[in-house]
């Protein structure tokens, strides 16, 4: 044939042409034109003519100069698409294939689409056009209709049958586009099956007919997400063209496919495709008939005679088409609607709350004269409706706002009177410092080695660099501690001693006997105590005499000065401890309080035996004061303490204090009692609780010099340790200590008065021993010796820590055997051996792991809290203390979440508006319980991604196709920060105060996921500037970061009500 | 268009919370230095684009949180990167010992090819240093990594080490290309003599096939 020898020069590569949809009064019409015909390209001359003096490709006669183009009209193609029963798509990642099969198994070329990514556009189908049908329908060349098409481009396969050219579409969504309007075309009268355009599962993108409708799920089944194109799926799919045209209309067509049977521009194809296009004019015949039902196999009717009547036919049919088109496209507009809706439904119901609350006369929010008009006569405020209402549309009025945030967040109850809030508020407060106790103790510990590991580290540096020896300076340090404690061990010694002696003497007063050995045996070791205490001091100045001297030699060798360090930290020690020091005192005398009160009801008795621990307690009371490193000892005032003053030269670390308690402990433990609350722990109690009223007298005398006791602070810090075991421990066990308000932490022994109300019988006079109640815990292996009456002399408990006598397991690091203290009365060596040795940690509450775990996080927490803020005046360093404290609290609460960064950011406004630890505390708390899901330990960051998705879907598609476009994108993760911190960092703080009263308001009042909302505000504000610049994933997200502090919040807050009152009437509306 | 750069990196701070990663970023690309940062939550990145060897490279900086917790949601950006910072601070033994950690999660997360470098921050702090330099070398050696040691507060090696990561990221690239597309390979490409370097013979052998 003349078109294989021209054809064959490049049989494999695809010609490129237009391919466009003609929608006439035949029919949807398939044109495709080789584009050397379009634009009036001529090859060049070297056809051979000589081919033939006529070409008879085209009914025409052409001369020699235009068999070329003869040529290419040949190749052009024009399908009738009734006579096209199958259209077979071929995808593959090169480009698409189509090809149309009729019915009478003819391969119509296939049309090869290609994969450029542009928006092509077929309006030919949407602009129902048609034309009058001239008797040269078919003429080659454009018949004037509109259309556009894509480069599509006719491949000449060689089959058996000859030359069967083949369309191939270029790269993209030029199939699937084709395809589509394709199918538009051909309604009403005939449709394709399987259907192309359906629905299926969530998240189809609606409404946009620009050829971005999801295909048939099995043009992308291929395992793709919705937002992959689909284009990119290779396989193979079958459409039937299925006409459903009733018998008239189909009559009218046939007459009109008859004529277009005849002409003769069909016959190009019959040279063309391999089968005769005869043959296609009964199949075009058959073609028209539908499988399902339907007039079939017209025979052909003489065209002819048909003229007149087909002309009014044609009219009438083309207009009627147009109606049914109109109809169906009007119907299918509705139920895409519909599915929209079903999908809002679904999947965004959820997100909001189905009745919409009014926001009349909600100007100002919730001014303090609403709230004041609000709450009765006992401050209880019971209409929560109407506040979270005021609070939704109009936030809380600043002056308020510390009034009103308890309630917002869940921590008051409506409807609770002020008394009620203030006794919550107080229990909120007692348990706030009982757990900071807890911590504390671990945090010395914790502090602790955190020097010892800068030392080694500094060690191993100075090491590895060749210097003095580093040892020196760790066992420096060690021998510092160690003959800190050993002080304090020594003091202590003592005074059990004393105490002993005093308790027997009085016994043997009150008996009429006389001990004067005990005396006498008082007075030695008074005096050995005394030298005893010097010494560790001269060890310990010639160690820090060693200790300067190296450093001073590492000064010359421009080494590190190791020496300070451990002053350095000695005294952060110190002020730590001091701290704890002064809850324990706090706690010290609450207890006694508590105990002596339960004591005094029991019995009703004194013991004798409380003057002299009230002497010796008073040593406790008198240390606490507000000002932590006061070193300079005073005047003690009794005699037993004038050996402390040298001791006082040195204040001892807290794990001296530890040790000691430990020592002491062991005493105690003769004494202890699990789970305390026994009579005898109430007489142990009663005795000091005793003293301390005796002590109200002298308080005055006693409660000066700072720091005249470091064994006694010690050991109520150990006392406070072991009650807050006792409470960790027992939760039952916190009667003595929850029923004294801990809120009044002044650390001066009036309140000590206050609380002393009661006086205490001793329940058994006998125990001049002054045995700590000790509310020991179960885990206590220590505890286990509960014998009350340690006869002689455990000297151990200075009656100071009775009233607090929580066995503490705590491992200290740096602390001597306790062997050196042991109990003039029974020994347990049993429990002292349990009791750590300094170095080790054993179980009970502190286990290592606890104080690992808990290390790890205070140095998040510090590291963190060291940065938060730091621009805002507010975060002082005393603010930022207060900071850290709630972060360890809730922390040591939360040991198994652990810190994590961010927590500090929401803690701080929370600080901020509070003023006051425990209060802020309490709401961080309530705060944290939604918050937490948003950390990387909980899911709900991927569920918020997943409803944002969901809602820009719906709420701005252009949006979201934007963010289609770039993939990335749908991580959402430029929303990640938003979440994780309640938008604290997107908005200066008084803003952050706003936005936040609005998420917790929206909770009752709209919607539990207002911070959607919000988002969803943020991107609508700036949807110009994102969809103007095209942004992507970086560039979303660099946007964002910069715009931080910047958003004018109340537009957006109020665009985020506009937005959950939109998807509530799209809800709402059926 | 003609485009402000020729190349386009992407680059990776990954290391403990607090080793200083955005105050190098931000001494890198402000030439600034700001005691007063917050710290990172999430991701953020910064942008520099500088001459190498006559190419406009733009850097593209990634800025992460350092937490564990969030190394799930860092661990996203590992793909895609070239090139990788890992940082410790030298006053912090902890934050040293992670650097192992890191590289493992490098190892599981990133491309293999990745580039990386291990920077020690904090090197003005002397007083309280607690990892010396060599410890810090050693660790490089044993991972066949660059290091050096870094201050963002008195701006020392910061420049240093980018520009490095950047002539490493740009040469890898560029024997990419030569062994992809040898004979498209343009000439006057500055070989690093650290670098291992296919001889030019083959180059050469492999034109000839062609």
């Not at chain 1, 928006?119 to 602009?127: E, I």
């Not at chain 1, 449709?191 to 620009?210: A, I």
Request: include cysteine; glycine fraction near 6%; hydrophobic fraction near 35%.
């Amino acid at each position: 044939m003349a078109i294989s020898t021209s054809a064959d020069k490049d049989v494999e590569e695809p010609m490129p042409g237009y391919l466009s949809l003609h929608q006439t009064a035949a029919g949807l019409i398939i044109k495709w034109t080789p584009n050397q015909l379009m634009n009036g390209y001529t090859e060049s001359e070297g056809v051979d003519k000589s081919a033939g003096p006529l070409c008879t490709v085209y009914r025409r006669a052409c001369f020699g100069p235009l068999c070329v183009d003869c040529v290419y009209w040949a190749m052009s193609l024009q399908v009738l698409v009734w006579e096209v029963v199958y259209v077979h798509v071929h995808r593959s990642p090169g480009g698409d294939a189509l090809i149309l099969v009729g019915q009478d198994g003819v391969q119509r070329p296939p049309v090869h689409f290609p994969k450029v990514h542009h928006k092509s556009s077929w309006p030919v189908v949407a602009s129902v056009q048609w034309q009058q049908l001239p008797t040269d329908i078919l003429k080659p060349g454009f018949s004037g209709g509109n259309c556009c098409g894509q480069d599509a481009v006719i491949r000449h396969c060689v089959g058996q049958d000859g030359v069967r050219p083949s369309i191939h579409f270029p790269k993209g969504g030029h199939l699937l586009s084709f395809l589509s309007n394709l199918e538009t075309g051909l309604l009403p009268h005939g449709q394709l099956d399987p259907p192309l355009w359906s629905q299926r599962g969530t998240g189809k993108v609606f409404g946009r007919g620009k050829g971005r409708r999801r295909p048939m799920p099995s043009l992308c089944e291929s395992g793709e997400t919705e937002e992959t194109d689909c284009d990119e799926v290779a396989g193979d799919y079958v459409f039937r063209i299925v006409n459903n045209a009733i018998a008239d209309r189909e009559a009218m067509r046939h007459s009109l496919l008859e004529r277009a049977v005849s002409s003769p521009p069909r016959t190009p194809r019959r040279t063309l495709a391999s089968t005769s296009t005869t043959s296609s004019d009964s199949s075009t015949m058959s073609v028209d008939c539908p499988p399902s039902a339907g007039v079939n196999g017209h025979p052909p009717m003489n065209p002819a005679a048909h003229l007149p009547v087909e002309q009014s036919a044609s009219i009438e049919l083309v207009c009627s088409t147009m109606r049914r088109q109109i109809i169906s496209r009007a119907f299918y507009g509705w139920l895409a609607y519909c599915r929209h809706l079903s999908t809002v439904r679904t999947h965004l119901s959820g997100l909001v709350q189905p009745n919409i609350v009014p926001d009349d006369d909600t100007e100002g929010g919730l001014t303090e004269e609403r709230w004041r008009a609000m709450s009765d006569e006992h401050g209880a405020v019971c209409d929560k409706d109407e506040v979270y209402r005021l609070v939704y549309y109009g936030g809380v009025q600043h002056d308020i706002r510390r009034e009103v945030w308890p309630y917002l967040l869940g921590y008051y109850e409506f409807g609770s009177t002020a008394a009620a809030r203030a006794e919550q508020d107080a229990a909120c407060r007692r348990q706030y410092e009982t757990t900071m106790s807890e911590w504390l103790c671990v945090e010395a510990i914790v502090k602790q080695r955190d020097r010892e590991q800068t030392a080694a580290s500094i060690a191993r540096l100075n090491e590895a660099q060749g210097k003095l020896k580093p040892v020196e300076n760790v066992s420096c340090e060690y021998e510092t501690t160690m003959s800190e404690w050993l002080c304090v061990e020594a003091i202590v010694k003592q005074r059990d001693r004393e105490q002993t002696a005093a308790s027997i003497a009085r016994l043997n007063e009150a008996q009429g006997k006389l001990k004067p050995v005990e005396n006498v045996s008082c007075e030695y070791e008074t005096t050995m105590s005394e030298w005893l205490c010097v010494e560790p001091i001269v060890k310990q100045r010639d160690r820090e005499q060693t200790a300067a001297s190296i450093a001073r030699l590492n000064e010359a060798q421009g080494k590190l000065k190791p020496v300070e360090n451990v002053s350095c930290e000695y005294e952060t020690t110190m002020s730590e401890w001091l701290c704890v020091e002064a809850i324990v005192k706090q706690r010290d005398r609450e207890q006694t309080a508590a105990s002596i009160a339960r004591l005094n009801e029991a019995q009703g008795k004194l013991k004798p035996v409380e003057n002299v621990s009230c002497e010796v307690f008073e040593d406790d009371l008198s240390v606490i004061s507000d000002n932590p490193p006061v070193v300079s000892p005073e005047p003690s005032e009794t005699e037993k303490r004038p050996e402390n003053k040298p001791v006082l030269s040195r204040a001892p670390s807290i794990e001296d204090v530890e040790n000691i308690e430990l020592d002491t402990e062991e005493k105690e433990k003769d004494d202890s009692i699990v789970n305390g609350e026994t009579e005898k722990g109430d007489s142990r109690e009663s005795v000091d609780i005793d003293s301390l009223k005796d002590l109200n007298e002298e308080n005055e005398i006693h409660i000066k010099s700072p720091i005249q006791n470091p064994d006694l602070r010690r050991e109520s810090i150990a006392e406070i340790k072991r009650l807050a075991e006792g409470i960790v421990q027992k939760g039952d066990g916190r009667g003595p200590l929850c029923s004294v308000d801990s809120g009044n932490i002044n650390f001066n022994g009036n309140d000590l008065r206050s609380s002393l109300d009661e006086s205490l019988p001793p329940p058994t006079p006998h125990q001049h021993q002054q045995h700590s109640v000790i509310v020991t815990n179960p885990s206590v292996d220590l505890a286990a010796s509960g014998s009350p009456a340690s006869g002689s002399g455990t000297a151990n408990v200075s009656p100071a820590r009775s009233p607090l006598g929580v066995v503490r397991e705590e491992s200290h690091s740096a602390g001597a055997s306790f062997d050196t203290l042991e109990p003039s009365g029974e020994n347990k060596p049993d429990n002292r051996s349990n009791c750590v040795s300094p170095a080790s940690s054993n179980g009970g509450v502190y286990s290592n792991e606890l104080v690992e775990s808990f290390a790890l996080n205070l140095h998040r927490i510090e590291k963190d809290v060291q940065r938060c803020d730091r621009n805002y005046p507010f975060f002082t360093d005393e603010n930022l203390d207060k900071l850290r404290n709630i972060m360890c609290t809730y922390v040591w609460d939360n040991l198994e979440m652990g810190y994590m960064q961010g927590m500090c950011d929401l803690a701080a406004p929370l600080l901020v508006m509070m003023q006051e630890e425990a209060a802020a505390h309490a709401l961080f708390h309530r705060l944290m319980l939604r918050a937490k899901d948003n950390f990387p330990s909980g899911q709900a960051m991927d569920a918020h991604f997943a409803d944002m998705r969901s809602l820009i879907q719906i709420l701005d598609c252009e949006l979201y196709e934007l963010m289609h476009a770039h993939g990335d994108y749908t991580h959402f993760y430029f929303c990640y920060r938003w979440f994780l911190l309640d938008f604290k960092r997107e908005l200066l703080y008084k803003d952050v105060f706003a936005a936040w009263e609005l998420i917790w308001a929206a909770r009752q009042v709209s919607s539990e996921h207002m911070v959607l909302f919000m988002a969803l505000a943020l991107l609508e504000t700036y949807r110009d500037v994102i969809l103007a610049n095209a942004m992507d994933f970086t560039d979303i997200i660099k946007f964002f970061n910069e715009m931080a502090e910047r958003h004018d919040a109340t537009s957006v807050l109020a665009l985020a009500r506009d937005l959950v009152l939109q998807v509530q009437t799209l809800i709402e509306n059926k | 268009m003609a485009k402000t750069y020729d190349y386009l990196f992407k680059l990776l701070l990954i290391g403990d919370s607090g080793v200083g990663k955005t105050s190098i970023l931000f001494r890198f690309s402000e030439d600034a230095f700001n005691i007063s940062f917050i710290s990172t939550i999430g991701i953020d990145f910064k942008i520099r684009t500088i001459d190498l060897d006559g190419k406009k490279v733009k850097l593209q900086i990634w800025d992460t949180a350092g937490q564990e917790r969030f190394r799930t949601i860092t661990t996203a950006y590992y793909r895609g990167s070239m090139g990788i910072m890992l940082v410790y601070d030298v006053t912090n033994e902890k934050s040293f010992e992670n650097i192992k950690n890191w590289i493992r999660n490098i190892e599981e997360n990133a491309s293999a090819d990745v580039e990386k470098m291990i920077l020690g921050n904090k090197c003005d702090l002397d007083s309280k240093r607690q990892v010396s330099k060599e410890r810090g070398e050693q660790l490089a050696i044993e991972y066949q990594i660059k290091f050096v040691e870094t201050s963002a507060k008195d701006s020392l090696n910061v420049e240093t080490a980018f520009f490095t990561l950047a002539r490493d990221i740009k040469a890898k690239m560029e024997k990419k290309q030569e062994a992809s597309n040898p004979q498209a390979r343009s000439g006057g490409h500055q070989l690093k003599a650290n670098e291992q370097q296919r001889k030019p013979a083959s180059w050469l052998s492999r034109c000839s096939l062609l």
